[in-house]
């Protein structure tokens, strides 16, 4: 600490240890702040040097106006970052590049190095290729290993070669559960001065997911990987202080409702709230009902209502869950007293002050599912056979979940974007009256297939994937349990999954194996299909593997809008599956009787999921655990010592990991034959001084897209099909099929990324009106092509290139990708009428323009059709980015024009701008040095 101006050092005592802090109670009315402001106020306080965070930033923060529209500028400087493999692989591909380009440029290479500690968890990559058999975890390993055994290589180098960077190697976990089970501090230490310095624990991660440990009250987002190199590389996040929403709790679950359906009511509140961008702070006395692993469930689906951060404070709960997790008796005392000692510690009584408070009375919430294609789509289980037939026949969610609904509930259930599901039947619901009731009829196309040696049917409905999954909720026993004892309750009744679902189990770390084990859970789960598959994200992520194959080919011979069930928090299309269009979250448990049923068309609440024995029906209440059988269990069964000694050995890894023998060097020797790490051309031709920056003339429209466009729209996701121009590279280069993988694992080689983006199937680029896919139109000529083709052919005809779009562009996960793969294809611009705040950060990252149209006005508005020429002017003869630029359009002779902002909102943002990324302009900055 260089600089005291607020005389904030001061030292606590824990024990026989003595610890340096800085006390934010020396400033005043610090106690008004939101818990989140706090943690942000300690950092300033801590790290202020007079240069990069200054007084000034810190009387920003401590003036805060809760209701401005306008914010200042701060420096955020995380304790550590967080990656996992499909992100972290860039990442170190990015570093090693970095020292090649240091050295060329005559710096020391060894100053590209983490200045700050950094983990990386592999759980991206494995696949569920096997599943329903004992043997399904080992063989899906040694397939993972197999394909990705490149890319393992380069990141056990980066172990050896980069100073504080720490790799947990595949099968172990889920980034997000293993940091919220082993990583996280809640109160970080260091030994760098006289005493031991004790301050809040902070991170970012290479994952939208990252908020997961905010559960825990830790402060942490996620972010692209681009920003976390800079982080890395020591330096601090320019960031706006925020406005922070405060969600008031108040009483307690009813018995049936999960911490899932808990999570999709507030994503679905929280959404139509508008919470983009903002903070979100837990507050009130329904927070001590909320146990952690739900407080982390909650946390991780930030990015599903839009939040930067959803935090809840330090309290008695966040002890015993650290005390549970196996952490120290002394950390845990360290972790109270400075929470007491700051003002962190939870007061049910204080309300702080907060730009927006929101109340949730935790008995209202309702057993439910989410989708078919966005998470904060609820629907209640009670009315979800109706608003599933409803969108079977083109209806839009709202009016689906509406038509459910009595007509009270239905006049104040929130409207939702008016979005039908895409890829849906093309043929109107037929409402008919029968005893003056008026009844759904729905598309059917049944299909004959033999499945275990019977024939069955399957049709428009039909439930092809069933996983538990993901972060979201398998980090919490209490959903996990309760879906073991509900397998457990299934077979003792004599149910069994239908033939046509794959059923897959994938947990967030190797302890709930171990709980499962303990409690005797195993078998019946296994009895049901759901085997262990693997340690990783799964179908939540795409890496679901391939359906049934008889299931596969009757879905695409009769064009069977068929469904994925997961626990999961993604459901965006073509995401899950290509071949399942509908994608529905909900709990574990639920997972499973959905599994049992078998069609999206059941009734879960009224109707049998099957037969014991003696011909009785079994219905879901009748196997559905108590809430007091679940927590019998896991009192009984979930203790401190599985975390102890499933984390002691977290680092060593499998026989194949330990037995890759690697070398000794500083720098990284790329091979020009990999089809996995290809050195990236991010910095060629660098020189010490960037260029002026220049308006755009002459641009064409690569993509014309519409409202809610996902990062899994942009960025390369999931398997890579033969027939796509990332295939025809893999097969060009002697790759056979079966090798392929999926794109996060090559994300490290940028000539499949590039022929992967914009490639999405359920892509629809208003250029190519009736068709779905990664395609655009070359002009003049109207060519139709892939959308790489395209951008290639453009490059020749030196045509800078922009995508129109239209609101909350970019939202979902924080894929770096989508914003590099933007980059190389030749996109100078985006123009979109708003962004999701992670993309339009990655997208200056990496040099590309994010404009915004002016409010009121979009491409639609303005008459826009793509076809036209762009001048984008303004941008030229500043030392600074200007807030606004013009934009002229030339079509048929006719001109157009228009201003637009430019969303550049930091100094730090317009610096990385004007250096051609954030990565040119850490290097630059580290020459200098």
Same mark, same amino acid.
């Given at each position: ?239 706006? #202080? $925020? ?9 307690? %679950?009813?018995? =049936?409702?999960?911490? +899932? @359906?808990? *999570? ?114 609820? #629907? $209640? ?9 409803? %969108?079977?026949? =083109?209806?839009?969610? +709202? @009016?689906? *979940? ?528």
């Amino acid at each position: 600490m260089s600089t005291n101006s607020f005389n904030a050092r001061d030292q606590l005592q824990v024990g026989d240890t003595s610890y340096d802090i800085v006390r934010i109670d020396r400033i005043p009315n610090s106690s008004r702040l939101p818990y989140s402001l706090k943690i942000l106020l300690e950092n300033l306080l801590r790290n202020e040097d007079g240069r990069l965070v200054t007084a000034e930033q810190v009387r920003s923060l401590a003036e805060w106006d809760p209701h401005a529209t306008t914010s200042s500028e701060i420096q955020f400087t995380p304790a550590r970052v967080l990656m996992q493999d499909f992100t972290g692989v860039p990442c170190v591909v990015d570093l090693v590049a970095m020292r090649d380009a240091m050295n060329a440029l005559g710096g020391d290479p060894q100053r590209i190095n983490p200045l700050i500690p950094t983990d990386l968890v592999i759980d991206h990559s494995v696949i569920a290729d096997v599943f329903g058999t004992a043997d399904a975890f080992g063989l899906n390993a040694e397939l993972e290993f197999s394909r990705n055994r490149e890319r393992y290589e380069l990141l056990r180098w980066g172990q050896q070669a980069f100073n504080d960077f720490q790799v947990v190697p595949p099968d172990t976990g889920i980034c997000h559960q293993v940091n919220l089970e082993y990583l996280a501090r809640v109160v970080f230490t260091n030994d760098k001065g006289e005493r031991p310095a004790a301050y809040m624990d902070t991170l970012v991660g290479t994952d939208s997911h990252t908020p997961m440990i905010n559960g825990l009250g830790v402060l942490g987002w996620g972010v692209g990987g681009i920003e976390a190199e800079a982080a890395m590389l020591g330096q601090p996040m320019s960031m706006l #202080i $925020p406005q922070v929403v405060g969600l008031k709790l108040t009483g307690e %679950l009813t018995e =049936g409702a999960t911490a +899932t @359906d808990l *999570v999709l009511t507030v994503a679905e509140l929280l959404r139509r709230v508008g919470v983009v961008g903002k903070f979100v702070d837990f507050f009130g006395p329904g927070t001590a009902n909320v146990p952690l692993a739900m407080r982390a469930t909650l946390g991780n689906m930030s990015p599903e209502y839009g939040s930067t951060v959803s935090i809840f404070p330090i309290d008695e709960e966040t002890l015993n869950y650290l005390r549970l997790t196996g952490r120290s008796e002394h950390q845990v005392a360290l972790v109270e007293a400075y929470a007491k000692e700051q003002g962190m510690w939870h007061d049910p009584d204080h309300e702080p002050d907060f730009s927006q408070v929101v109340e949730l009375d935790l008995s209202t919430v309702e057993p439910s599912i989410a989708g078919p294609t966005r998470p904060q789509d609820r #629907i $209640p289980l009670r009315i979800a056979q109706s608003a599933f037939r409803r %969108l079977l026949g =083109g209806e839009s969610h +709202t @009016d689906a *979940v509406r038509g459910g609904l009595d007509d009270a509930e239905a006049g104040s259930f929130p409207a939702s974007d008016p979005v039908a599901v895409s890829g849906r039947i093309d043929s109107d619901p037929l409402p008919r009256v029968d005893n003056g009731e008026e009844v759904l009829d729905w598309p059917s196309n049944p299909a004959e297939i033999m499945l275990e040696n019977k024939s069955v049917t399957i049709d428009h409905g039909a439930v092809v994937i069933a996983a538990i999954t993901s972060c979201t909720n398998t980090s919490n026993p209490s959903v996990m349990i309760g879906a073991g004892l509900l397998a457990k309750n299934a077979v003792e009744r004599g149910l069994s999954r239908r033939p046509w679902v794959k059923t897959t189990l994938a947990p967030g770390s190797r302890v709930v194996s171990d709980y499962y084990a303990r409690a005797g859970l195993t078998p019946y789960l296994e009895k049901l299909g759901f085997n262990l598959v693997g340690y990783g994200c799964t179908t939540c992520i795409g890496n679901s593997g391939p359906l049934i194959p008889a299931v596969s080919a009757a879905v695409g011979q009769h064009d069977l809008t068929v469904a994925s069930v997961l626990s999961g928090n993604r459901n965006f299309e073509g995401r899950i599956h290509s071949e399942t269009k509908m994608n529905f979250l909900t709990s574990p448990p639920l997972v499973i009787a959905y599994a049992l049923a078998g069609t999206m068309h059941a009734d879960l609440l009224r109707e049998p999921l099957g037969q014991d024995p003696d011909g009785n029906d079994v219905f879901l209440r009748d196997i559905w655990p108590s809430t007091a059988q679940i927590k019998a269990v896991i009192d009984e069964c979930v203790e401190a010592d599985m975390f102890t000694a499933g984390y002691s050995n977290v680092l060593d890894g499998d026989d194949n990991w330990r037995a890759m023998v690697l070398p000794d060097s500083q720098t990284f020797d790329w091979d020009d034959d990999s089809t996995y790490i290809r050195q990236p051309p991010y910095f060629d031709g660098m020189r010490p001084e960037p260029s002026p920056v220049r308006d755009i003339t002459g641009a064409r429209v690569l993509a014309f897209l519409g409202d809610s466009v996902t990062t899994d729209h942009i960025s390369p996701a999931g398997a890579i099909r033969a027939d796509s121009a990332a295939g025809q590279y893999l097969i060009e280069h002697g790759v056979e099929r079966r090798d392929f993988n999926s794109y996060g694992s090559r994300r490290g080689n940028h000539n499949v990324m590039i022929r992967g983006t914009f490639a999405n199937v359920r892509l629809r680029n208003r250029l190519v009106p009736g068709t779905e896919g990664g395609f655009s139109r070359h002009l003049p000529d109207g060519e139709v092509q892939t959308i790489f083709d395209v951008a290639t052919a453009y490059a020749g005809d030196n045509v800078p290139l922009i995508v129109l779009a239209g609101s909350d562009y970019g939202s979902g996960s924080s894929r770096d990708w989508a914003a590099k793969g933007t980059m190389l294809l030749g996109v100078k611009a985006v123009l979109a009428t708003s962004f999701e705040r992670i993309h339009r950060s990655n997208l200056i990252g990496m040099g590309v323009l994010p404009l915004q149209f002016k409010p009121g006005e979009s491409a639609e508005q303005l008459g826009l059709s793509g076809e036209e020429v762009f001048t984008i002017t303004g941008l030229e003869g500043h030392d600074e980015m200007p807030g606004e630029v013009t934009v002229q359009t030339e079509t048929a002779g006719q001109t157009r024009q228009f201003t637009v902002d430019v969303r550049i909102d930091t100094p730090a943002e317009a610096a990385y701008f004007q250096h051609g990324g954030i990565l040119p302009y850490v290097l630059r900055q580290l020459l200098s040095q």
